[in-house]
């Protein structure tokens, strides 16, 4: 009986969850299915093309960080395959940067970990600024300026470390591990 009352899955939005983190990719996924999406999980930047040759996903969240590839790589390569796919990027590692990037690529909004399913779905129900978000009064720490500087010449260079680490005279290794730490919270 309750079979009746569902949706047939051609009927709901197909949505698409690209996140190395496996856990928290099924745990995202069980929350989006009760959401009422058709959801495909993929790990890696290859494999979610690679479904994409037979899926056609109206929404994407998308992680920033997959291993060793950058998300945004995926945020463009989505938009070209289809410019009305609306994507969320996760990220664990949120800077101004990124944030810029991610939305000149065609997602829709940027949103920092950890988030709630709640959250995506607001996000993807938005479809325009809001010009009345309140401005921060306080500066950014140093701390936090000198991450977002690092993240901004990082992106302007392909997230090449040796050529960022060359930039900001400083040993590649010392890069790296500032890399690795979080972004520093406000």
Known sequence: MNQLLEDPPEEKPSLLIVDDDTVFCDVLAKAMT?????????????????????IIAEYAIVDLKLSNESGLVLVEKLK??????RIVMLTGYASI?????????????????????????????????????????SPLSV??????YIQRILSENDNNI???????NM????????????????
Not at 36 to 41: I, K, N, R, Y
Not at 162 to 168: E, K, W
Request: hydrophobic share 35%; proline share 3%.
């Open 162 to 168: 040796s050529v960022t680490a060359r930039i900001l």
């Open 171 to 186: 040993h590649r290794r010392t890069l790296q591990r500032k890399l690795a730490k979080r972004p520093v919270r406000e």
């Open 143 to 148: 701390n936090r300026l000198e991450w977002e």
């Open 80 to 85: 070209n395959l289809d410019s009305g796919t």
């Open 34 to 54: 009760k959401r009422g999406f058709q959801v495909t999980c993929a790990h890696t930047i290859e494999e979610a093309l690679n479904l994409c040759e037979s």
């Open 97 to 137: 940067a990124t944030a810029v990037e991610a939305i000149k690529l065609g997602a829709t909004h940027y949103l920092a970990k950890p988030v709630d399913a709640d959250e995506i779905m607001s996000a993807f129900e938005r479809t325009h600024g809001d010009s009345d978000m309140p401005i921060n009064g």
